[in-house]
């Protein structure tokens, strides 16, 4: 939805940049919002032995190895991904890498406090998604209205 409003704010013409689009929704949901869950998953696995001892690491479904394994395959298929849009979607795609280790893990694990942790939460999800439309769809730097838009939604 961030990644589809991005786009909407910038008045570019979607019909014409179809391939853009597409690239943009697989980048922003399936691969990036993907990569920031698995990370999550790795970095909660002792909390989610006590609390939700079914979730795949603690039950023993998957090995913390191949947890790993799932979330640098997803950065780096959404870094190619994030790169055939444009390098600034790129760009964007890494700060979006950084924010869900921030947010997850250490040493800063920015859960632990309700202000950094949801900050993070808004920008990763909204923001990011919100900028990776914008400049995907513009193949360069959007007006300043979008990326204030981006930065409000968040």
């Not at 690239?23 to 790795?42: E, F, H, K, W």
Request: proline share 5%; with cysteine; charged share 10%.
């Amino acid at each position: 939805w961030a990644f589809a409003c991005g786009v909407v704010s910038t008045g570019e013409d979607i019909a014409s940049n179809w391939s853009i689009l597409l690239r943009g929704v697989i980048l922003a949901g399936p691969l990036m919002c993907a990569m920031s869950q698995t990370m999550n998953d790795y970095f909660d696995r002792e909390v989610d032995a006590i609390n939700e001892p079914d979730r795949p690491i603690p039950a023993g479904k998957i090995s913390k190895q191949a947890s790993w394994l799932i979330t640098f395959g997803l950065i780096l298929t959404g870094f190619l991904v994030a790169w055939s849009i444009h390098p600034y979607v790129m760009m964007i795609a890494f700060a979006g890498v950084l924010m869900s280790h921030a947010y997850s893990g250490p040493p800063i694990r920015a859960k632990r406090n309700g202000w950094f942790g949801n900050l993070i939460v808004g920008l990763a999800y909204e923001g990011v998604a919100w900028l990776t439309g914008s400049f995907a769809i513009t193949q360069g730097v959007p007006a300043a209205e979008s990326i204030a838009l981006a930065i409000i939604f968040s």
